[in-house]
Structures are given as C-alpha cells and as structure tokens.
C-alpha cells in the first residue's frame, strides 16, 4: 500500500506561481513512477507531469516549457513547480504513485484567476 498526500494548491493571479507536493508513505520502494494529473470541471482527468524512478521525466504539451517535476528521495516527496500560470490550468491536481497498482491522492484545488 502506497499513500500520498498533496498540497500546495490555492488561488494566483494568470502569470503567477505555485508548487505543488506530494508526500509518499508505505511501500514506497515498490513505486515505479510517480504523476501528476489534474481534472477541471466537466472534464476528463489529464495527465500533467510523469517522473520515473530513474528520473525521466514526461510532460504533457500544454504545460511543457512552464511546469516542472521534480523527486527529493531522502523525502519521498515529488514536486511540481508551475509557472506562468494560465487560467485554463484552473482544476484539481491529483498525485500519483504506480506500483503493480496506482495509487492517488486526495487531490489539490489550483484556481487561477484575477
């Protein structure tokens, strides 16, 4: 069993930044890759950022050049730094663990507006 806890998450302005954390306990040697995803209202989950084990990391196109992922092993705990926010990043950022199963979180709000 893996668990994962979020945070991070709150209300910027469009150009602003914020970065996201997610902690990892329990079996967390067994974890492959860890992600990041978000869902905005009435639509579907995305992914955002992926980071493997190795550290190869995968981005979706629309957040490439301004989000970031990154892992601190000693902590457990991988990031996601987000800049140049814009308002259709607007949703709930879910984190992610992938074992032989996947493991979320409880999910963090980002709303960004002026």
């Known amino acids: 069993q893996v668990q994962l806890v979020e945070s991070g998450g709150g209300l910027v302005q469009p150009g602003g930044s914020l970065r996201l954390s997610c902690a990892a306990s329990?079996?967390?040697?067994?974890?492959?890759?860890m992600g990041w995803y978000r869902q905005a209202p009435g639509k579907q989950r995305e992914l955002v950022a992926t980071?493997?084990?190795?550290?190869?990391?995968n981005y979706a196109d629309s957040v490439k050049g301004r989000f970031t992922i990154s892992r601190d092993n000693a902590k457990n705990t991988v990031y996601l730094q987000m800049n140049g926010l814009k308002p259709e990043d607007t949703a709930v950022y879910y984190c992610?663990?992938?074992?032989?199963?996947?493991?979320w979180g409880q999910g963090t709000q980002v709303t960004v507006s002026s």
């Open positions: 992610n663990a992938v074992t032989s199963l996947i493991y």
């Open positions: 329990g079996s967390i040697f067994s974890i492959n890759a």
């Open positions: 980071i493997t084990s190795g550290g190869s990391t």
